[in-house]
């Protein structure tokens, strides 16, 4: 993988990140209303914690949202040229990172069905589904759950070992 950052998006990002998930492969056919006509906006990034891997070209790769109130990953994509190379996985441990310092206990993951996967190979567990919520989502959608590891509980393990 070429060298990637994550940092806080802003305002002039909307365009891109809304051209990053509306391109999105993992949204064609059959989940394709779900994010038909959905736009990442210049006051969604002011209002959610909103972080986009950047490439070394200055290219997005992938963003995600962080609600904080209640505690969900609202939107996760990778763009479909990267898919596979580790951003995703850089993007949930840094979702993690920041859902720790923000003092969360878990946060929620309401997936796309082929996506659930990816989630739990990060660590997420299932604890439901969500009904279909026609006539946008008419399939059942998994709901995972992250617990968050604070950093302070994992110093005192490490401690405790010792």
């Known amino acids: ?9 802003t305002a002039v990002d909307a365009e891109g990140l809304t051209a990053l998930m509306q391109g999105s492969s993992a949204y064609r056919g059959q989940y394709a209303t779900v994010i038909a006509g959905y736009r990442v906006t210049a006051e969604y990034i002011e209002q959610h914690q909103v972080f986009a891997a950047v490439g070394a070209a200055g290219q997005l ?46 946060v929620r993951v309401v997936s796309n069905p082929p996506a659930e996967q990816f989630y739990l190979r990060m660590g997420a567990e299932r604890v439901g589904t969500v009904p279909p919520t026609p006539p946008k989502v008419t399939w059942e959608r998994p709901e995972l759950r992250f617990a968050i590891v604070h950093q302070r509980a994992v110093e005192t393990a490490v401690t405790a070992i010792r």
């Open 61 to 106: 790769v992938g963003f995600y949202s962080l609600v904080l109130e209640p505690a969900e990953l609202d939107l996760a994509f990778v763009s479909d040229g990267a898919q596979g190379s580790g951003v995703g996985r850089m993007l949930m441990e840094h979702m993690l990172g920041e859902a720790g310092r923000a003092g969360l206990a878990y």
């Open 1 to 9: 993988m070429e060298f990637m950052t994550i940092r806080r998006a």
